[in-house]
């Protein structure tokens, strides 16, 4: 029995699927086994927006919980292709046959990945020295970051990523421990004043992680809320040769890199830098953009629905 209540569309013969999104800037490249100090950790949960509930609870997942750190299955068998829940393997599944309208009414597309974003939220660039560093989705209960990575034919690189990645955090203080959720082991570490949660899901040939950052609070919706949208999310490895390890490659859509690029620019006048934008950080003039853009791809996409 599925957790997740999304199905097919019945979609009819012949019918056209909708163009995919043209491509833009491509982002920098992080490692599937970063493992970010406590300071940056604890800045994503202090950067999350806490806002109030949903009216509409969604479908939670079973999960057993140990107080042991190395508790759990690091994974739990997931098909990506044949399943009946995501993460998918985008090229073996057609994103177009679902109906993801009970979480989502727009598609961010990432080239690598495809992510149903979830209801009223919005999508954040987090500038690096070389462009956009990172692509953030910020929902109502805190923030959700996914990155696709190429991994070997015979998996476990989660298991061993995971394992870094908690060590990592460890040694810069920060609590962490092992849940077990849908797909398996889940990093969760705690902050001072948040939580991150660490998902990791293999498919064939890549592994999509996603890292939940959320106040103190908010986790078990974030929690709740993140698995949705992991539950829903494509992967596109595609054939070229990428050393395992490597993010694959992430592009933006050419309408959200064009506003991007003014914000750097605008930032950059305000600043009186006629250069690069600065090395780290999510500017207002980039947030400001960003749920421009979101307002109106929602407005696009409730006019689509209402066809």
């Known amino acids: 029995m599925a957790m997740w209540p999304f199905g097919k569309k019945n ?13 833009g800037a491509r982002s920098a490249e992080p490692s599937a086994a970063d ?8 800045a994503d949960a202090d950067a999350t927006v806490a806002v109030e509930d949903a009216d509409t609870a969604v479908a939670a997942a079973t999960t057993e919980i140990s107080d042991a750190p190395e508790a759990g299955p690091v994974s739990i068998a997931h098909d990506a292709v044949n399943g009946s829940t995501g993460p998918f393997d985008g090229d073996n599944v057609d994103i177009d046959e679902f109906d993801f309208t009970d979480f989502s009414n727009v598609t961010l597309n990432l080239g690598s990945m495809k992510v149903p974003l979830p209801t009223d939220s919005q ?29 070997p034919r015979t998996g476990g690189m989660w298991e061993e990523s995971s ?3 908690a060590e990592g955090m460890r040694s810069e203080g920060m609590p962490v421990g092992f849940e077990t959720g849908p797909w398996g ?8 004043n948040g939580i991150i949660r660490i998902i990791g899901v293999e498919g064939p040939r890549w592994l999509y992680r996603v890292t939940l950052a959320s106040p103190s609070g908010k986790e078990d919706e974030m ?57 780290t950080g999510t500017p207002t003039a980039l947030s400001e953009a960003m749920k421009k853009i ?12 209402g066809n």
């Open 163 to 165: 394992e870094e990645i």
């Open 185 to 192: 082991r889940e990093i969760v570490g705690t902050g001072t």
């Open 35 to 42: 493992s970010r100090g406590e300071a940056a950790l604890r």
């Open 11 to 23: 979609t009819k013969p012949g019918e056209p699927a909708a163009p995919a999104e043209p491509a």
């Open 123 to 151: 999508v954040q660039v987090e500038m690096g020295e070389a462009g956009p560093k990172m692509v953030h989705i910020v929902t109502r209960h805190g923030r959700a970051t996914p990155v696709a990575f190429a991994a």
């Open 294 to 305: 979101m307002d109106i791809n929602k407005v696009e996409g409730e006019r689509n629905n």
């Open 223 to 279: 929690a709740t809320l993140g698995r949705e949208l992991v539950a829903r999310s494509f992967v596109y490895r595609g054939n070229d040769p990428i050393l395992a390890g490597n993010s694959l490659p992430v592009v933006l859509p050419q309408q959200l890199a064009q506003q991007v690029q003014q914000a750097v620019q605008a930032r950059a006048v305000q600043q009186g830098q006629a250069q690069q934008p600065p090395a």
